[in-house]
């Protein structure tokens, strides 16, 4: 058998290695990563919440956190991101008033999370410190509701419920506003019985006026 200059033989090449740093990352860290910061989030907020102290909570060594993210404010827009793509689920009951409250319940639930009753006021008082958490937090909020908003007017609009051509921001106002302001502008106050059904009911009459 011939062999090469340094003994192996010439049909069982040494096999290359793989280049520094070009090793695939885990998903399974990268999820438990992105709970911590959540869990970090709440617990601590923006200003006090720490590369250390996520990579604790997720069990990991900091290295794991720097390879994927290479600050804490880029972590944090990278899943504010996240949020904006992933929005909310479409309701689809077959009538709008039916659309907006099954909506109302599906946000107020979401609004109410204890992790999210703490993330979303901390973050949104971060935004106004730091441009770059503004700009991804209104994305986030926005495009989660507006996608989901669009399609219910549309849906309204294709069965004859709202005019066709309605202006779609003052829709997503209305939709979304009186909501928003309950939950993260009032905070603490308690949503009566049959709050989110009126509210339902009067955001159904004002779209079909417009």
Do not use: C
């Amino acid at each position: 058998m011939t062999t090469n200059a340094d003994g192996t033989p010439r049909d069982r090449q040494p096999r290359r290695r793989a280049p520094a740093g070009a090793a695939v990352l885990r998903e399974d860290v990268t999820e438990a990563i992105r709970a911590a910061v959540f869990e970090e989030l709440a617990a601590v907020g923006y200003a006090r919440m720490s590369i250390e102290g996520i990579a604790r909570r997720a069990g990991v060594g900091k290295t794991a956190v720097y390879r994927r993210w290479r600050s804490k404010l880029h972590l944090v827009l990278d899943l504010v991101s996240a949020v904006a793509v992933q929005g909310l689920p479409a309701p689809d009951t077959g009538t709008l008033e039916g659309d907006l409250r099954l909506l109302y319940e599906v946000t107020s639930r979401a609004l109410r999370h204890p992790a999210a009753s703490q993330i979303i006021p901390d973050l949104q008082a971060e935004a106004a410190r730091n441009p770059e958490i503004a700009e991804a937090l209104e994305k986030a909020l926005r495009e989660g509701q507006e996608g989901v908003a669009s399609g219910i007017v549309a849906a309204a609009a294709a069965r004859g419920e709202v005019r066709t051509g309605i202006d779609r921001d003052l829709a997503l106002d209305l939709i979304s506003g009186p909501l928003y302001w309950r939950v993260l502008v009032i905070r603490g106050a308690r949503l009566s019985k049959g709050h989110l059904e009126s509210l339902a009911r009067a955001t159904a009459a004002a779209l079909k006026a417009l």
